[in-house]
């Protein structure tokens, strides 16, 4: 039989991966409103941000009243902590998707840019690692969320990628640069996301090993993190 | 008016409580849901238990003790010369801090009331007597050995047993004035839970001198200081964002 605090803490549980399971579909509608070029989900997708905010504040206050009334200890502390943690990057990769869902409805009323098509590749990387990272959480799975670590990497190679391709358009198209910059954007918000899931992924390490690996790179290179 | 958002079982209006010339409760308004824990916290001389105690007149028996105002229990006014006080303390179980079980075996123990009350049919009374232990969650422990005297039960176990002879006369309402402060950790955290299974079907209304405990077992505390009934809301509410001061002084432990 579960404890009664037990209960509280699979009831929050439910909460984050509910936020989750909003936030994912939320990034994936963004990303069709844009391939797509359809206003009506991309102002859905807007709309629906305000679901997000509530439910991170729920969760918020739901953390609170837990660590207030049954001050748990080892690995229910840890979950309610790596939750609060969690809650906050949902939240704004729920945003981010908002951006994007803005930039989209913008771009959709403008002529068809080619580079676009471009973005399908980053966009189902990201999506992929936001995917797992949720996965880890609900399976408390350490190797599916180190995947999730080693894919950020190759999302931030893309983005710089797509980078160099914004800029050599512009160099060709300088009418259309406010369009280019929307495009940006998009690349940024989503290199963003990819950012948060990776978060998301060092809370489960966190959450199951209590070993906190943020900052940890191997080969760390004070002068390559400048060139940044 | 502190209120809830369920359905009031307990109202209480406008109440001065005095023992002699001493005023012990001052002007205290509240409604306490149905189906719920609500917690009574403060320290020690803050009116508490004389609160828990006027909801089944057990301070009748004080001499020199006057009540003014009302408590209303489903709508019947308990202090009116028409309450039968014998029929209103069966609908509500009191526990108290020391487990103060008959002198009897197990059985007799909670057999006891449903007796006085009528009950003679024997298959009828282990009935009665099995669905308590089970609901207690102490049936398991002792289901072998029910002729067996309860003073050689331990102290968590007593105390427990003392919770199935309250459930055995099918109250509605049940008092706790500070049910595990006289145990270990793990039988008040298995008194805990039995709190929260309880709670389904019966008005749980507990003293507790011990913060966290308030915390981790009520839905709804009172936090009471002085006589005076400073706070009374949402226990995740009042533990995460008292309104007031004083409240917030006593549960970060820095009364003075």
Redesign the interface.
């Given at each position: 039989?579960l404890?009664?605090?037990q209960r509280e803490i699979e009831n929050l549980k439910k909460l984050i991966l509910s936020l989750g399971a909003i936030v994912e579909e939320q990034i994936q509608r963004a990303m069709l409103s844009l391939e797509r070029r359809d206003t009506a989900l991309a102002d859905e997708v807007i709309i629906r941000d305000r679901e997000v905010d509530s439910l991170e504040i729920l969760i918020e206050?739901e953390c609170?009243?837990i660590l207030?009334?049954?001050?748990p200890v080892a690995k229910e502390l840890r979950f309610v902590v790596a939750v609060l943690k969690m809650n906050n990057d949902l939240e704004r990769m729920g945003d981010l998707a908002s951006n994007i869902a803005k930039r989209a409805r913008y771009l959709s009323r403008k002529e068809k840019i080619e580079l676009l098509s471009d973005f399908i590749e980053i966009s189902g990387k990201v999506q992929s690692m936001v995917k797992k990272s949720l996965d880890a959480l609900v399976n408390t799975d350490v190797m599916l969320a180190k995947e999730v670590l080693a894919a950020d990497d190759e999302v931030d190679r893309l983005t710089k990628q797509m980078l160099k391709r914004t800029v050599n358009a512009i160099e060709k198209n300088p009418d259309r640069t406010k369009e280019f910059f929307s495009i940006r954007s998009i690349s940024k918000n989503l290199e963003r996301i990819a950012d948060s899931a990776t978060n998301i992924a060092e809370d489960v390490v966190y959450l199951c090993s209590g070993e906190i690996i943020r900052h940890q790179s191997e080969d760390f290179n004070p002068e390559e993190q400048h060139e940044r | 008016m502190a209120e809830t958002e369920n359905k009031s079982k307990v109202h209480v209006d406008k109440m001065d409580f005095y023992y002699g010339a001493v005023q012990a409760l001052f002007n205290i308004n509240m409604d306490i849901a149905e189906k719920k824990v609500t917690a009574f916290i403060g320290p020690s001389g803050c009116g508490k238990s004389t609160f828990l105690r006027t909801l089944n007149r057990m301070n009748d028996i004080i001499d020199g003790t006057r009540l003014e105002g009302k408590v209303m229990i489903d709508n019947s006014d308990i202090y009116s010369p028409m309450t039968d006080v014998v029929g209103l303390r069966k609908k509500i179980g009191m526990i108290f801090q020391k487990s103060n079980p008959f002198p009897k075996s197990i059985y007799d123990n909670i057999a006891y009331g449903p007796r006085i009350h009528g009950v003679k049919d024997k298959n009828k009374l282990m009935e009665i007597v099995e669905s308590c232990l089970i609901k207690s969650a102490l049936w398991d422990e002792v289901k072998d050995r029910l002729d067996t005297s309860a003073m050689g039960l331990s102290g968590g176990q007593q105390q427990r047993l003392c919770i199935a002879r309250a459930l055995a006369i099918n109250p509605e309402i049940v008092l706790m004035d500070e049910p595990a402060s006289a145990l270990d950790p793990k039988s008040t955290l298995k008194i805990e839970d039995l709190i929260n299974e309880l709670k389904k079907d019966y008005t749980i209304i507990i003293v507790t001198h011990n913060m966290q405990q308030a915390g981790r077992v009520s839905d709804y505390t009172a936090f009471f200081y002085e006589g005076h009934l400073i706070e009374f809301g949402a226990t995740g509410q009042i533990f995460t964002k008292p309104n007031q001061k004083q409240t917030e002084d006593y549960i970060t432990g820095r009364f003075g």
């Open positions: 039989m404890h009664y605090w206050e609170l009243k207030a009334l049954y001050q | -």
